[in-house]
């Protein structure tokens, strides 16, 4: 069952910028929204972003989402050490008539 | 306030069935453009999703694993199941299910549960 594609790690400096890319296919980045999550270990699962760049109430303006063809990119601005934690780009896939999830990246905050 | 709870048992032993269940509170499970998934982390692993059900009761299996599972839901115990048969110590991990909300042609899982630690050990 093929999956997303995203970097297996990033990094950045307090305040800094750092994005993180999530690649598919036309069967679900291609054809519908991407969405991400942000977990740490012995959590659930939070939605960061959804419909591609929508903010649930309560996300910072600082987490921001975009998509192109078939991939997108989750933006994280003005960097903070609380934002250490894995992030997951995940989107439905209509062949499979349900989700695939990326591999996952874990954001290190220097 | 919207709450998913995982629970089930800890320790399970290869080739048996692993019955998890998911109840809900702060919603229904027959509400239109909602449903349940069932996703899982293998340690050190990535998130894998596993099965939904929807308001409809309409329902897909993770295409490696539909041999061996089954979901379903009681709405009045506002409960969601997931079987998993023939497990294998690769099916260790942390099981989480998670609300799907529908809104026009998107779906995203807007709630999640804490998760629950299953082995698969002898």
């Known amino acids: 069952q093929s999956g997303l594609t995203q970097p297996p790690s990033a990094s950045g400096t307090p305040g800094q910028r750092v994005t993180i890319s999530c690649s598919g296919s036309?069967?679900?980045?291609?054809?519908?929204?991407v969405n991400w999550y942000r977990h740490l270990p012995g959590t659930a699962p939070k939605l960061l972003i959804f419909?591609?760049?929508q903010r649930p109430s309560g996300v910072p303006d600082r987490f921001s989402g975009s998509k192109s063809g078939t991939s997108a990119s989750l933006a994280i601005s003005g960097l903070l050490s609380e934002d250490e934690a894995d992030y997951y780009c995940?989107?439905?896939?209509?062949?499979?008539?349900?989700?695939?999830f990326g591999g996952g990246t874990k954001l290190t905050v220097l | 306030q919207v709450t998913l709870k995982e629970s089930g048992p800890v320790l399970v032993k290869p080739t048996e069935t692993l019955t998890l269940t998911c109840t809900v509170s702060?919603?229904?499970?027959?509400?239109?453009?909602?449903?349940v998934s069932w996703i899982r982390q293998p340690p050190g692993k990535a998130l894998e999703w596993l099965a939904n059900?929807?308001?409809?009761?309409?329902?897909s299996y993770s295409t490696s694993l539909k041999t061996r599972l089954t979901i379903s839901r009681d709405t009045s115990k506002s409960q969601v199941v997931l079987s998993l048969t023939k497990t294998d110590h690769v099916d260790t991990g942390t099981y989480y299910c998670?609300?799907?909300?529908?809104?026009?042609?998107?779906?995203?899982?807007?709630?999640w549960g804490q998760g629950t630690l299953v082995t698969v050990s002898s």
């Open positions: 998670a609300r799907i909300r529908e809104d026009h042609i998107d779906r995203y899982f807007d709630y």
């Open positions: 702060g919603f229904s499970l027959s509400n239109v453009r909602m449903g």
């Open positions: 059900i929807f308001s409809n009761e309409r329902k």
């Open positions: 036309i069967l679900n980045i291609g054809s519908n929204s």
């Open positions: 419909s591609n760049n």
């Open positions: 995940a989107g439905w896939d209509d062949s499979l008539n349900g989700w695939v």
